[in-house]
């Protein structure tokens, strides 16, 4: 599933061509994704000047001059494609401007579309719970003591906690933590204000270096200028079972299941 960096990827991909444009034509493929598009989207677009694109957690923000905002999740395998040179069977949502093509491609149909009313963004249901953004301000070693304060919940788990913390998924979390050397079963109210301390920077860090390889492919996901995320190369602890860990301390990369869901660490030097 295309994570936080790789959605940023995405919406600064098409930023560099959306920007500013107008879009002229909007074309539907199907009626729905997991959910039906929004039914005035195509009356709503057409037209409209594209004022700026934006992210919020794993959503990416297409701000239209009509006080609208349209909305997408690529879900587990959608992506957007920049002038494709043939059409795709599972280009469901088409946007054309007088310069280029923008195909939204999803075969697995997990992803979404919707309308909202720029100013009220911050009440849409999806985005009321939502904690600060990883990258932004608001992530402090204050915050994270706060939210962790008498949780007996992993510390994985609990940063997988939309609420907590907007936006990180399985991946980064795993790479962060390895990062910040923090048991990924520790409990996260257990966790020692030096190890939170570390961890922030960890979090940032790593989103940060995933953002400028481009992502992480796995499975279907690539840019929107057709080319390969490659920060998969320099993964630490995910997917790295039986490997030593880089910090040569003698440790192996394990793998457990937390939550339904796989978790690599270093039981040597992640405490």
């Given at each position: 599933m295309p994570e936080l960096p790789e959605v940023e990827t995405t919406v600064r991909g098409l930023a560099r061509f959306l920007e500013g444009e107008r879009i002229a034509r909007v074309t539907i493929n199907r009626h729905d994704l997991r959910r039906p598009f929004p039914a005035d989207l195509v009356q709503v677009l057409t037209g409209a000047r594209v004022m700026g694109l934006a992210r919020r957690a794993k959503y990416g923000l297409?701000?239209?001059?009509?006080?609208?905002?349209?909305?997408?999740?690529?879900?587990?395998?959608?992506?957007?494609?920049?002038?494709?040179?043939?059409?795709?069977?599972?280009d469901h949502l088409i946007l054309e401007t007088a310069s280029h093509r923008f195909a939204l491609c999803d075969p697995r149909r997990f992803g979404s579309v919707d309308l909202v009313e720029t100013g009220a963004l911050a009440q849409w249901p999806q985005f009321v719970a939502l904690g600060p953004e990883p990258l932004g301000p608001g992530l402090t070693p204050a915050h994270l003591k706060a939210a962790f304060k008498g949780k007996s919940q992993a510390i994985k788990l609990a940063l997988l906690d939309q609420r907590i913390v907007a936006g990180l998924g399985n991946i980064y979390v795993c790479e962060a933590l390895w990062r910040?050397?923090?048991?990924?079963?520790?409990?996260?109210?257990?966790?020692?204000?030096?190890?939170?301390?570390?961890?922030?920077?960890?979090?940032?860090?790593?989103?940060?270096?995933?953002?400028?390889?481009?992502?992480?492919?796995l499975r279907d996901y690539v840019r929107p200028d057709g080319e390969l995320g490659y920060f998969a190369s320099s993964f630490d602890a995910y997917g790295r079972e039986g490997a030593p860990c880089r910090r040569d301390d003698g440790g192996t990369i394990r793998r457990i299941v937390q939550g339904g869901r796989s978790t690599w660490h270093c039981p040597v030097c992640q405490k």
């Open positions: 297409v701000h239209l001059d009509r006080a609208a905002t349209m909305i997408f999740h690529l879900g587990m395998s959608g992506r957007w494609r920049i002038d494709p040179e043939a059409p795709h069977p599972h910040a050397g923090i048991r990924p079963t520790k409990p996260a109210g257990k966790v020692t204000g030096a190890q939170i301390a570390r961890l922030v920077p960890a979090i940032q860090a790593v989103l940060e270096a995933a953002i400028r390889d481009g992502g992480s492919t």
